[in-house]
């Protein structure tokens, strides 16, 4: 059986913190990080080219934070250094895959992860180590999805697939509403007229500017990191060109 080949050759995934906790939405749970981990091996092992930015919301969101009276920068600070613990987390789980892995932090702690250099990380990912970027962009007032677009537009990645807990993007929550509509495409102006909660504003903007796809899917379908990746019609892709066909 002839080895399966990637669609998209340099790939930057975007995990949300809470993925990592599963149902119990804080922490992190070993069950749920090591299932990941198995599916980025897979994905390695056809010869994709992976870089990879973690949320932090499984253990602080500087947002909701700030949205009870602290201070909007010491909060997001808070919550880039829970990135960093959701990365070295993943980290741990990959190396016991076998998988090679570096983590790159935007915030500088030698003791834990490289800083982040772009050409180093280019480096890494050309001889097929996984790139874990961590502490988003080092700066408050951003999101690790503006961060996930940042570094995908850096290190000259493909397309970005962001990992969600539903199969793609809806005209309404699927959880509440058993009428709700699966687009198979958006453009980013649809994303952003519609206000539709997939990445923040800056990030699509991001994304736009450069033609860069978001593919959103559900990562609790085992295999659907590889499917997707493959080119596979999983999930919903936001380009530019027309889209808002639903399924």
Known sequence: MSKQKPKYKRVLLKL?????????????????IKSIAEQIKEVMG??????????????????????????RASSDYMGMLATVINSLALQDALEKEGVYCRVQ?????????????????????????????????GNPFFTTDTAAALRAVEIGADVIIKATKVDGIYNKDPKKFNDAKMFKTLTYLDVLKK????MDSTAITLCMDNNLPIIAFNLNKEGNIKRVVCGEKVGT??????????E
């Open 195 to 198: 206000n539709i909660k997939i």
């Open 46 to 71: 056809i010869g994709v080219e992976l870089g990879i930015v973690i949320g932090g919301g499984n253990i602080f969101r500087g947002v909701a934070a700030a949205t009870k009276g602290m201070d």
């Open 16 to 32: 949300s913190g809470e993925a990592l906790a599963g149902e119990g939405g804080y922490g992190i749970n070993v069950d749920v």
């Open 105 to 137: 932090s935007a915030i500088e702690m030698h003791e834990l992860a490289e800083p982040y250099i772009r050409r180093r990380a280019t480096r890494h990912l050309e001889k097929g180590r996984v790139v874990i970027f961590a502490a988003g962009t």
């Open 237 to 246: 892709m936001v380009t530019d060109s027309n889209g808002g066909d639903k």
